[in-house]
């Protein structure tokens, strides 16, 4: 069975676990609470990173258009 160390490395990118090894995790997180609250601290993280990301990415393109309407303007007005 795993150890709570290796829960740690483990936890932080479940999804490439093989399918073999899951039931190995769900187990330790079954019967050791630290680690269960380890790995609901870690989800939490990542779905607000995730959160943080796409808000950049909305800013970013709000941005491009932003500038793409200035240009877009200011060759309007250029050609009178
Ligand atoms: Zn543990």
Redesign the pocket.
């Known amino acids: 069975m795993l150890r ?1 160390r290796e ?1 740690a490395e483990v936890v932080a990118d479940a999804k490439q676990l093989p399918w073999w090894r899951k039931p190995e995790l769900w187990m ?1 997180l079954g019967i ?1 609470k ?2 269960r609250l380890y790995a609901s601290q870690m989800s939490i993280i990542s779905k607000s990173a995730k959160k943080l990301a796409f808000r950049h990415i909305d800013k970013v393109k709000e941005k491009k258009l932003t500038e793409e309407v200035l240009k877009a303007n200011s060759k309007t007005f250029e050609q009178k």
């Open positions: 709570c829960i330790h050791c630290a680690c």
